[in-house]
Nanobody, 128 residues
């Protein structure tokens, strides 16, 4: 069983930055991939970025150049650095983890249904 706890959300002005953290209850080396998702009011949850155990990353178009995902296995933590924030980035941000096996170091799920653990979410509000 893996527990994920997000932190770092809050209120920021447009153009500002936030760094979200996702701390796992187990060593992150046992986790194949970590994804950051977000859900705005009235909208479906959507992928923000994901990172494999081997360090490969996947970003959605709106996040490229503004968001950076990283992981520190020693600290059991993944990060989402968000710069140049826009009001449309306002949402609850969730981290998710998938554990498969030790051989798939560069695996990143194509669907959120593949993730078997989710955090409770952290609110990010960007004001104009």
């Amino acid at each position: 069983q893996v527990q994920l706890v997000e932190s770092g959300g809050g209120l920021v002005q447009a153009g500002g930055s936030l760094r979200l953290s996702c701390t796992a209850s187990v060593i992150t080396f046992s986790i194949n991939a970590i994804g950051w998702y977000r859900q705005a009011p009235g909208k479906q949850r959507e992928l923000v970025a994901a990172i494999s155990r081997g360090g490969t990353t996947n970003y959605v178009v709106y996040g490229k150049g503004r968001f950076t995902i990283s992981r520190d296995n020693a600290k059991r933590t993944a990060y989402l650095q968000m710069n140049s924030l826009k009001t449309e980035d306002t949402a609850v941000y969730y981290c998710a983890a998938v554990t498969l096996d030790s051989s798939r170091n560069f695996y990143i799920p194509k669907s959120e249904t593949a993730y078997n653990y989710w955090g409770q979410g952290t609110q990010v509000t960007v004001s104009s």
